[in-house]
């Protein structure tokens, strides 16, 4: 029974949600492993809009269990109205939901943090989501941070969280020149929410190692995309964790070997939300109209997203590192009526074209694309059930895009809904068995 990785190739946002969906579908483990509720994976199902933030994406489906990874941030007001939320549609929520005791926790003064240094960064602001992810990390590799199991240990969380406050005050009030939120209920307010969550907290590397032992199939949940990773990424313009399959290990707690098979998902174009270069963004009119065909506004903060033509120096990058067995594409029914189609097949850095991706941002920063066209369509995709049915101009555009990152496009989604996704020219008919 194969593990399979599903990661986002490019600057996030790019449909895992519902691809993840469709997979869990016959997952017996799905893991998220990286990030936190700076995340929002859209499902629908059966005309239902559902956004996940931080709960793993098998969590609609019977019989999966959905494990919240070590290398998650959790913020456990946010859990907590998450978990709420799908109660209340009627999802057995705590039947199918397990969280890592060595998970870090966000706590208030970390989204306080992140907005201060947000302000102190001026122009060189990132444009994060603000939900405390990047000071929650810093407090983690720094060892301040303070994780779910110890939220259990009353007398060590009130010694680690005291220490923490005392810091974070001295951060806020004397470097940002900002006044420190009051945190007097702070300790008992926590413990709350960590009581709650108790018999849902476990030794997720147990928990994981026995479901191998016993041959099931783990499915991992990427977040973010590989182009916002903290290594690989656009760097400083990231988040901070590790998006891409090499975070799995350490963000789940299974040894490297145990990842089977990855996938990576893509736009048919591409989007990014806050700052940081992207090479093949349009700031013109096509710009706008792909933001308005694609409904390209944040699922979490609901800003509007940057828009450009699909990325291929960023894409063979990315597929590259992660190792890609196959590739998701979503969104090509966003590209009808554009014609023609473009794509970034290259960049031209100081008067010299490169196809490898460059680490130096000002080098991004100034990259031209060199552009190659295709033909575009006409036609409405969003009834297309099959590669064949395609126009003649959506085959090539795959066919090109297959071609050019060397790897088979495994599916093509032309809509939101579960039944609007078919395998591509070379995709096998059972994803999981491929
Ligand atoms: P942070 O993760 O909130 O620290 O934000 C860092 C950068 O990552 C910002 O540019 C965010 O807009 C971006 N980012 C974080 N999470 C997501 C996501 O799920 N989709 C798209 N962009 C994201």
Redesign the pocket.
Same mark, same amino acid.
């Given at each position: 029974m194969p593990s399979t990785a599903v990661v986002g190739l490019q600057?996030?946002?790019e449909g895992k949600g519902k691809i993840i969906d469709g997979l869990a579908a016959e997952a017996d483990v799905v893991v998220r492993y990286a =990030? /936190?509720n700076? $995340? =929002?994976h859209t499902v629908l199902v059966e005309g239902e809009k559902y956004v996940l933030h931080l709960i793993p994406g098998g969590i609609l489906h019977e019989g999966t269990i959905n494990l919240i990874g070590r290398g998650v941030v959790v913020d456990l007001a946010a859990l907590a109205a998450e978990v709420d939320g799908l109660v209340a549609r009627g999802v057995p929520v705590e039947e199918r939901l397990r969280i890592d005791g060595r998970a870090h926790v966000i706590f208030p003064y970390h989204r306080h943090v992140?907005r201060c240094v947000e302000i102190w960064r001026g122009e060189g602001r990132?444009?994060? +989501?603000? !939900?405390g992810? =990047?000071p929650a990390y810093a407090d983690k590799v720094a060892r301040t941070g303070i994780r779910l199991a110890d939220l259990l240990r009353p007398a060590l969380f009130e010694r680690r969280l005291h220490a923490a406050l005392a810091e974070k005050a001295a951060l806020i009030s004397r470097v940002y020149e900002q006044e420190p939120e009051d945190h007097t209920e702070l300790f008992e307010e926590s413990r709350a929410l960590a009581e709650r969550f108790r018999s849902l907290i476990v030794d997720g590397a147990s928990l994981l190692a026995e479901a191998r032992r016993r041959g099931c199939r783990i499915l991992f949940e990427g977040?973010? =995309?590989s182009m916002?990773d903290l290594d690989a990424g656009t760097y400083p313009?990231? +988040?901070?964790s590790w998006t891409g399959v090499w975070g799995i290990g350490g963000g789940a707690g299974v040894p490297p070997r145990a990842i089977d098979r990855a996938l990576g998902v893509a736009k048919a174009y591409c989007t !990014?939300? /806050?700052? /940081?270069p992207f090479p093949s963004e349009l700031r013109d009119e096509t710009g706008e109209r792909l933001r308005q065909a694609g409904n390209e506004y944040? $699922?979490? +903060?609901g !800003?509007p997203r940057r828009c450009g033509w699909f990325d291929l120096v960023a894409a063979r990058y990315a597929a590259t590192l992660n190792g890609l067995d196959g590739l998701l594409l979503t969104n090509l029914d966003v590209l009808s009526g554009f014609d023609p189609l473009r794509v970034a097949v290259a960049y031209r850095v100081e008067g010299r074209e490169r196809t490898d991706f460059p680490a130096e941002i000002d080098l991004l920063e100034q990259a031209e694309p060199v552009w190659r066209e295709l033909p575009g369509w006409q036609e409405d995709l969003t009834a297309v059930r099959c590669f064949r049915d395609l126009p003649a101009a959506a085959r090539s555009y795959l066919r090109f895009l297959e071609q050019e990152i060397g790897v088979p496009i495994e599916r093509v989604s032309i809509g939101p809904g579960r039944e609007q996704i078919f395998p591509g020219e070379h995709g096998s008919e059972d994803l999981w068995l491929s």
């Open positions: 600057w996030g946002d =990030g /936190g700076n $995340a =929002g992140d990132i444009g994060t +989501t603000g !939900r992810i =990047g977040a973010q =995309g916002l313009y990231v +988040t901070s !990014r939300v /806050g700052e /940081g944040g $699922a979490t +903060t !800003r």
